[in-house]
């Protein structure tokens, strides 16, 4: 669920800046990269696919 209205919702990212954000950012949960690996695990495990997220994914790995 998204609130749009929330001060902290970013809008319409593309992959690369999502990922040049995620590659250097930790909360105090862990880094942003582990969340996104995480929640690529769980969403594959429940036969969703998010492609955006898959290609953001892909362009931390480098990082």
């Given at each position: 669920?998204?609130?749009?209205?929330?001060e902290q919702y970013?809008?319409?990212?593309?992959?690369?800046?999502?990922?040049?954000?995620?590659?250097?950012?930790?909360?105090?949960?862990?880094?942003?990269?582990?969340?996104?690996?995480?929640?690529?695990?769980?969403?594959?495990?429940?036969?969703?696919?998010?492609?955006?997220?898959?290609?953001?994914?892909?362009?931390?790995?480098?990082l």
């Amino acid at each position: 669920i998204v609130d749009r209205a929330h001060e902290q919702y970013a809008g319409a990212l593309d992959a690369a800046h999502a990922a040049g954000i995620v590659g250097g950012a930790a909360g105090q949960s862990g880094r942003n990269e582990d969340y996104v690996l995480s929640t690529l695990e769980h969403l594959k495990a429940l036969g969703i696919r998010d492609h955006w997220l898959e290609e953001v994914a892909r362009r931390v790995a480098p990082l």
